[in-house]
């Protein structure tokens, strides 16, 4: 990664969901339990995920120029929360990425969500779509971790815009607020991405995540 610039762009494979594994997530722990319409509905859902995802993930790092009680300085912008320096205590570099399944997903969401024929049809692919996310992420995450390991770094945590997080000095959690994907967006705004920002700050396609890892120094 960041090989010949601070900007990377990543097609990923469609990732492999089972459909055992979805339906786990909707409560069915045992496979002989499972009715056979359930199971089909299940597995419907892994290939139209297969059929009209198109991974893709943006990756961006910079060098924090200044780090308070409660917000990050990079060089054109800022985000600020009040858990920053908890989160990223030693960090001296931010990985800001957007992955995405692509609009494929979202047009057939909307598709069968109006079938009156498919009533599990929208809500399986739905959350399918979402451990395909996380699977995509966990990919990525690996990928950052080996450009930290080659530039003598690692990576310290991961926040998103929109998530609460454990403060120990507050003794509470604390919301980074949803509205700071405009500044996270604002990042990439020179760079042809296929993913853009609702005025409410959601992302559009919707089966989309965004964040940030910190990359700190490895102690010799």
């Known amino acids: 990664m960041f090989i010949d610039s601070n900007f990377e762009k990543i097609k990923f494979l469609s990732p492999k969901v089972s ?7 909707h409560g069915y722990k045992k496979k002989y339990n499972i009715k056979k319409k359930i199971l089909d509905s299940a597995e419907k859902a892994v290939q139209r995920l297969s059929n009209y995802s198109s991974p893709v993930g943006y ?12 917000s990050i300085q990079l060089d054109n912008t800022s985000f600020k929360c009040e858990v920053f ?5 030693d960090s001296n570099f931010l990985v800001i990425f957007i992955i995405s399944l692509g609009k494929g997903i979202d047009r057939k969401l909307k598709t ?17 779509s979402w451990l395909a996310l996380e699977l995509i992420l ?11 390991k080659s530039k003598n770094m690692q990576v310290e945590n991961r926040m998103a815009p929109g998530y609460s997080y454990p403060s120990k000095i507050l003794k509470k959690r604390i919301m ?36 940030v890892f910190g990359l700190k120094k490895s102690k010799i």
């Open 19 to 25: 459909a055992f594994k979805l339906l786990r997530t």
């Open 59 to 70: 990756f961006y790092i910079e060098e924090i120029k200044k780090k308070s009680l409660n």
């Open 85 to 89: 320096n908890e989160i990223f205590p």
């Open 112 to 128: 069968i969500s109006k079938d009156i024929n498919e009533p599990l049809g929208a809500l399986f692919l739905e959350n399918a």
């Open 138 to 148: 966990r990919d990525a995450r690996s990928r950052i971790i080996n450009f930290a």
């Open 176 to 211: 980074w607020e949803l509205r700071e994907q405009e500044n996270l967006f604002n990042l990439f705004k020179n760079r042809n991405i296929c993913i853009s920002l609702t005025e409410s700050f959601t992302m559009v396609p919707r089966m989309s995540r965004s964040g």
